[in-house]
């Protein structure tokens, strides 16, 4: 008890507040002297009912109350306080002659009681264990929200990766079941140089577009509707090419269908966004096997992408049907 000292309870109770419940004016005001160096916040009664109405209004780490009192004693407000919060901690200062209340405590579960007249040393080593444990308390919990928090973030990663995996198996599938271009005469300066700029421009513009609809919070229908004005373009440079019919058709349908999404879209814009990145990777790989005049190699990725396009266009056209409902 003897080590118990003013700084070293400090420690635990400067980020706590008390309700400190006694009706003699003179005691109140000297103890609470105290309390104000010890505590964040000190808020006083001068009966229990009093003390009720304050504890209604906001809630306290300690409640420390006397128990004879005008309108409510300690015990009737001990008792309701339980109601609130059956956690609720509660120090009882009792004098010599209040035994006869001490069962009634003992079964509301109060542990901690201060003698009166009160010795300032005894109170200060109560005062410490009671604001130990709650302290110690609030770290436990805090702690099991934070492995909480972290499993929920570490959950959704996870499955942000399996959709990933499920994704790059799909394209390696595919890829693994791409058709047989040898018989196909493709001109290997099929695409003009132009138009190879023109896409990489655009590349750029959707991928940042891409982003910035991730990013925003307050999310509308104009930024998707400018991501869909893109993809249109990008699709009207491939319909100077008759061999790039299958995919110009495909991310066409894709940019008339962004222009055209339901407002709910925005609420499940996170359903496609792995798959958006995905698409324009490989557009980006696309366009550069094409640059680099690796006709075959980017015509084996049209199926990739055409796969990823029928998708993201039937999660939007689902969100349309649930709109309709």
Request: with cysteine; aromatic share 6%; charged share 25%.
């Amino acid at each position: 008890m003897n080590n118990i000292t003013t700084k070293s309870t400090i420690e635990y109770t400067k980020n706590l507040t008390i309700l400190y419940v006694e009706d003699d004016v003179e005691l109140q005001y000297q103890t609470e002297k105290l309390f104000n160096i010890l505590f964040k916040k000190v808020v006083t009664a001068n009966n229990g009912l009093d003390a009720l109405n304050i504890y209604k209004k906001e809630p306290f780490d300690i409640v420390i109350t006397d128990i004879k009192m005008p309108l409510m004693d300690g015990v009737t407000l001990t008792s309701e306080i339980k109601k609130i919060d059956a956690d609720q901690a509660v120090i009882v200062a009792s004098a010599y002659n209040d035994t006869e209340y001490l069962l009634d405590f003992i079964n509301l579960n109060i542990k901690q009681f201060i003698q009166k007249p009160i010795d300032m040393k005894n109170m200060l080593h109560i005062i410490y264990d009671v604001s130990k444990n709650i302290v110690n308390e609030m770290l436990v919990e805090n702690y099991r929200k934070e492995v909480e928090k972290n499993n929920i973030i570490l959950k959704e990663k996870n499955e942000e990766l399996n959709s990933l995996v499920r994704i790059l198996d799909t394209k390696i599938s595919q890829i693994s079941k791409k058709e047989d271009l040898n018989e196909i005469d493709i001109n290997p300066n099929l695409f003009e140089d132009e138009h190879l700029n023109e896409l990489k421009e655009l590349e750029i513009d959707i991928d940042g577009a891409a982003v910035l609809i991730n990013l925003t919070k307050n999310l509308n229908l104009f930024n998707i509707q400018v991501l869909g004005e893109m993809f249109l373009a990008y699709s009207h440079i491939l319909s100077n090419y008759q061999e790039c019919d299958k995919l110009a058709s495909a991310i066409t349908n894709l940019g008339e269908t962004l222009n055209n999404a339901p407002q709910n879209f925005i609420d499940k814009i996170t359903d496609v966004s792995i798959l958006l990145e995905s698409l324009i990777y490989v557009l980006k790989i696309w366009r550069k096997s094409l640059a680099e005049h690796q006709i075959k190699k980017a015509f084996e990725l049209h199926a990739s992408m055409i796969n990823d396009i029928v998708t993201i266009v039937s999660i939007i056209d689902n969100t349309k049907n649930q709109t309709k409902r």
